[in-house]
T-cell receptor, first 113, second 115 residues
Framework: DVKVTQSSRYLVKRTGEKVFLECVQDMDHENMFWYRQDPGLGLRLIYFSYDVKMKEKGDIPEGYSVSREKKERFSLILESASTNQTSMYLC????????????FGSGTRLTVV | AQSVTQPDIHITVSEGASLELRCNYSYGATPYLFWYVQSPGQGLQLLLKYFSGDTLVQGIKGFEAEFKRSQSSFNLRKPSVHWSDAAEYFCAVGPRGQAGTALIFGKGTTLSVSS
């Protein structure tokens, strides 16, 4: 089975800190995604990447950036963390951008204080 | 605009009773359709998917879903709910092939199971 690993399950960071969320997949998938999940809002796409060093903005990219230096790793960066970025962050990978389904990691619950 | 609507935010079902979770979508062409389940504190797990062919698709854990093109719906069903089915359920749609946007998710339906 495809495995998507998010390095941290829980993180607590201070306002203004630069935060890195790491995601690694082991099945040579071309596409990787970062979603943010908030109660009542569902999953909202932050960024996705369809190839190494390629990225596309999703619906809510403000305050975030991403890095994909290697195919298996996709990092989400909060340049200057703010309390409104407290959320559950979900990483996923897939063979196709939209089809065939995604495999999700277990999520990182980030709290910014 | 492309969107997915799950009209029910929260549903409570008695254990052993049947379940139907609704999903409607707005999309330019017939998309790929998915249902995911999320247990508390976990990531999302794929329950089932529709690409083409038979409009009734079977998934894991005894779930099934029916695609109705005329109604732009993809409702999830289970004949007899178990307590372990309590979770949040997400419907999602996506384009066929590599081009286009990422999956679009509904806002989710929380299922509670009463004994």
């Amino acid at each position: 089975d495809v495995k998507v690993t998010q390095s941290s399950r829980y993180l607590v960071k201070r306002t203004g800190e630069k935060v890195f969320l790491e995601c690694v997949q082991d099945m040579d998938h071309e596409n990787m995604f970062w979603y943010r999940q908030d109660p009542g809002l569902g999953l909202r796409l932050i960024y996705f990447s369809y190839d190494v060093k390629m990225k596309e903005k999703g619906d809510i990219p403000e305050g975030y950036s991403v890095s994909r230096e290697k195919k298996e790793r996709f990092s989400l960066i909060l340049e200057s963390a703010s309390t409104n970025q407290t959320s559950m962050y979900l990483c996923a990978s897939s063979l196709e951008i939209g089809g065939r389904g995604y495999t999700f990691g277990s999520g990182t619950r980030l709290t910014v204080v | 605009a492309q969107s997915v609507t799950q009209p029910d935010i929260h549903i409570t079902v008695s254990e052993g009773a049947s379940l139907e979770l609704r999903c409607n979508y707005s999309y330019g062409a017939t998309p790929y359709l998915f249902w995911y389940v999320q247990s508390p504190g976990q990531g999302l797990q794929l329950l089932l998917k529709y690409f083409s062919g038979d409009t009734l698709v079977q998934g894991i854990k005894g779930f099934e879903a029916e695609f109705k093109r005329s109604q732009s719906s993809f409702n999830l069903r289970k004949p007899s709910v178990h307590w372990s089915d309590a979770a949040e359920y997400f419907c999602a749609v996506g384009p066929r092939g590599q081009a286009g946007t990422a999956l679009i998710f509904g806002k989710g339906t929380t299922l509670s199971v009463s004994s």
